[in-house]
């Protein structure tokens, strides 16, 4: 008897949590634990104001993949740090080189760039934006040292949000 009433009194106690999502913070975007902060970042791309939208990934490409976003400091002439850059890069990995050992190394390849990025300046020198095609020939570099000098055909910057500082 206990066993049977052990059993309903579960079922009825633990419907409520299935029914409400599993208690995620209400169902707002930005609430619960642990969604949030993908979503965060994923927005900071799309708050752009115009209409358009970034490029799709070419999937006829199968040798180019996405890197994770790049946060890079920015700073003025003077040293001062006046904010960051959030950077999507775009690798296109050469003939002959295996795609998936670039692919599965992109952890190292975003910590090594995000190490070059705090020892190098790579905004302009006012530091409200990054400079694209020094930050591009930089993390190439980069990418280069990990895997080999013809390993990567090129490296794009396909879109990036600045945020500065308040003053």
Known sequence: MRLLLSVIL?????SPA?????GGGGGDSYG???????????????????????????????????MPAVVAPL???YGRLTGFAYVLLRVRVAPGHDVWSVQEDAHYALDAMVRVAHRINLSVPSGETLDTEVASEVWQAVIRDMHGDDAIEYLEIRDFDVRLFQN
């Open 75 to 77: 700073s003025n002439e």
């Open 32 to 66: 619960g634990s642990g969604g949030g902060a993908a979503n965060r970042i994923i927005t900071l791309f799309n708050l752009s104001g115009g209409e358009e939208e970034v490029e799709e990934e070419s999937s006829d490409d199968p040798r180019s993949f996405t």
């Open 18 to 22: 299935f029914a409400g999502g599993g």
């Open 10 to 14: 579960s079922v009825f106690l633990a």
